[in-house]
């Protein structure tokens, strides 16, 4: 059994916000937050950072073109739901991916709107919850982790941004020796034209314990509307000897810019599965860092992107090795349509006493269009001398043979290149875990809408 958390009925402030972003402005969102002094704080210190820092240099990314005096920078509280029958088709579509779930958070433009947590894990002592009300209820542990280690509010300006005007989020507390067998699910439904929104996710998981998180970042298509932003975060704490399965995947519409900021940081003997899909948005960048801290950590990341039109998607790796005897496997695979551009730059990075370190790293790009490009950019940072890291990257056309043979076979030409995008995919596709066959085919059905584009 579960127990549904309903937020406000009503909403309480419908009064926006002015546009752009500024100190009063943050100070209105802590004070409507309820937050404790030490989050203010918090926001004041990424605000001076926001001010201090420059932009980040990105090489072939450019985001000039979005106008942040011209943004909303927090949207008000929404009324909560009781039958999620009520939301949007598309994200419908997307929970039922999960069937059964041991929990669910659903957030509407900046705040949440839905809650739902198997009675035995409460009892267990897991947390779920949206990050305002961690923050209230929660505010050591909150504290203890918040921007601490693995996102500073000082890795670059657009994550001061997000310290300054977090609003929203996830998480989740797993307590140390505990299994969970069904996913947790978090979904984020952005709607609110020319509004930024920064949620915060952060899982922090105890020694020995099993669990599986799942964000879904969505909105829907817009090819018209105003510019819209995704400002998030993600820090997630991997305990020692614990396995950890988290899936990241964005379908925002063509009006959204989308810069994601994801670290996770592995304790001793641990293991992390990280999937990352990219399918929407007007430009989008994240950053995917895994650092193994202590021996033994052990992180498979794989990455899936697949820009058509003229979107452009970018995406910045860091297999980070700082302790002795861990292992990484990484493999980002991007199919690109239209004149659609793709950026990928990753890095292996060995510390000195990353001794007995196994680092692999493969990027490969499939172009369905002449138009299509895609830059790959992997790099070693070797610091070590007993250590196996090697990387590859590959960016090709659609073989003509390939195509030739199945039409010769009866096979139309769409769906002949259908089936060999989707053979393409399917090394990152295998690396899915058996509780979420059905996000497997849910993407299979995403590539082949795509293609029917």
Not at 380 to 407: K, P, W
Request: aromatic share 8%; proline share 6%; charged share 25%.
């Amino acid at each position: 059994m579960a127990t549904r958390t309903m937020y406000q009925e009503t909403i309480k402030r419908p009064t926006l916000p002015a546009r752009g972003f500024g100190r009063e402005t943050l100070e209105t969102l802590s004070a409507q937050r309820d937050e404790p002094r030490w989050m203010l704080e918090h926001r004041y210190q990424g605000w001076h950072h926001y001010e201090e820092l420059q932009p980040p240099l990105w090489r072939r990314t450019d985001i000039t073109d979005l106008d942040w005096g011209q943004l909303i920078p927090f949207a008000p509280d929404q009324a909560g739901v009781r039958d999620l029958s009520v939301l949007p088709p598309k994200l419908h579509d997307a929970l039922a991916t999960y069937g059964r779930r041991a929990g669910l958070l659903v957030q509407r433009d900046s705040a949440p709107v839905y809650r739902d947590l198997a009675d035995e894990l409460r009892a267990q002592g897991v947390i779920w919850t949206d990050m305002s009300t961690a923050l209230r209820e929660h505010s050591e542990l909150v504290q203890a982790h918040f921007m601490t280690e693995a996102v500073p509010a000082s890795t670059d300006k657009f994550t001061a941004l997000h310290a300054a005007f977090w609003s929203g989020g996830t998480f989740l507390y797993v307590p140390d020796g505990l299994s969970v067998e069904l996913p947790f699910v978090s979904v984020l439904w952005q709607e609110m034209p020319e509004l930024a929104v920064f949620p915060h996710t952060m899982l922090v998981v105890g020694a020995g314990s099993d669990v599986t998180l799942v964000s879904e970042l969505l909105s829907m298509g817009c090819e018209a509307c105003p510019d819209t932003y995704h400002g998030g975060v993600t820090e997630l704490y991997v305990g020692a000897g614990s396995r950890v399965r988290y899936v990241n995947a964005q379908d925002f519409g063509r009006h959204v810019y989308d810069l994601r900021s994801q670290t996770a940081l592995l304790d001793r003997d641990s293991h992390l599965d990280w999937l990352s899909v990219t399918l929407g948005g007007r430009l989008s960048r994240s950053s995917q860092h895994s650092v193994l801290r202590e021996p033994g950590g052990e992180a498979v990341v794989t990455g899936l992107y697949l820009p058509a039109g003229k979107q452009h998607m970018a995406m910045d790796t860091l297999q980070d090795h700082v302790a002795s005897n861990c292992t990484s496997d990484l493999l980002y695979q991007g199919a690109l349509l239209g004149r659609a551009r793709s950026v990928y730059e990753g890095t292996i990075r060995a510390w000195p006493g990353a001794q007995k370190t196994n680092a692999y790293q493969s990027n490969r790009n499939l172009l369905l269009s002449k138009r299509a490009r895609a830059d790959s950019l992997p790099q070693l940072e070797i610091e070590a001398n007993d250590l196996r890291c090697t990387h590859g990257a590959t960016v090709s056309h659609v073989d003509d043979d390939q195509v030739f043979y199945l039409m010769s076979r009866g096979i139309p030409r769409p769906d002949a290149v259908r089936l060999i995008v989707e053979g393409f995919f399917q090394p990152s596709l295998d690396r899915l875990p058996e509780p979420l066959e059905g996000l497997k085919q849910r993407l299979t059905d995403a590539i082949a809408a795509k293609l029917r584009d």
